[in-house]
């Protein structure tokens, strides 16, 4: 009777000592596979973020001023009369230069021109530029971001420092009016087709102008 309790204690403990172990190396084998998909799950989505089409301002400044004022003393002069009105002409043009393989530079020139009569009172010139890094953006995008997005944001600091030139130079500051440069940019296309298919005239002076080639400075 002892000799048998015996045996049968000892096939009950090697059975015990198994099924812990089994279930041990099952766990792990779960927990492994479960720590691979979460890997390749974390691989695709940065895959897939890096992917993304990206666009930023880097920084904007002033590339050219200039401000000229010919007959300062006679022109006020004039303009504090009654009924002095001064006539005054603003011309735009937009242009976007790839500098770098993700880089891309956006002149923004504004030409303002005030005249009494046949005389110029004072004429103002601008270029204002932005530096835009652009990643994974198709064409038919790019385009319209440089030539329509970029100028909208940097319009209002152009507009800025053409009003306080215009003020330092005894005139009243020039406000400039807000430009809807999407309108500008479809009619340009509208313009171009038309003179593709043979249909337009002379067209006015480009609103945007694109060098979209090897960035500036690489052989």
Do not use: C, H, W
Request: aromatic share 6%.
């Amino acid at each position: 009777m002892d000799r048998k309790q015996g045996i049968s204690d000892m096939a009950d403990k090697e059975k015990d000592d198994k099924q812990p172990a089994s279930a041990t190396e099952t766990t792990a084998t779960e927990s492994g596979a479960t720590g691979g998909e979460n890997s390749a799950g974390s691989q695709a989505g940065g895959t897939a973020q890096n992917n993304a089409p990206q666009a930023a301002i880097l920084a904007q400044y002033v590339k050219d001023l200039s401000f000229e004022n010919p007959k300062a003393a006679q022109t006020l002069q004039r303009l504090s009369q009654p009924g002095a009105k001064p006539q005054i002409e603003v011309n735009i043009n937009v242009g976007g230069t790839r500098v770098a393989e993700e880089a891309f530079e956006v002149e923004l020139k504004i030409t303002a021109t005030s005249r009494l009569g046949e005389e110029t009172a004072f004429a103002v010139e601008l270029v204002y530029a932005g530096l835009f890094g652009a990643r994974n953006l198709p064409d038919n995008i790019l385009e319209p971001f440089l030539l329509v997005q970029a100028p909208t944001v940097l319009f209002p600091f152009a507009r800025r420092i053409i009003a306080d030139t215009v003020r330092d130079g005894g005139f009243a500051p020039l406000m400039l009016e807000p430009i809807d440069f999407g309108a500008l940019y479809q009619q340009q296309r509208l313009q171009a087709q038309q003179q593709q298919q043979g249909q337009g005239t002379s067209a006015s002076a480009e609103i945007g102008t694109l060098d979209l080639g090897e960035p500036k400075g690489t052989a």
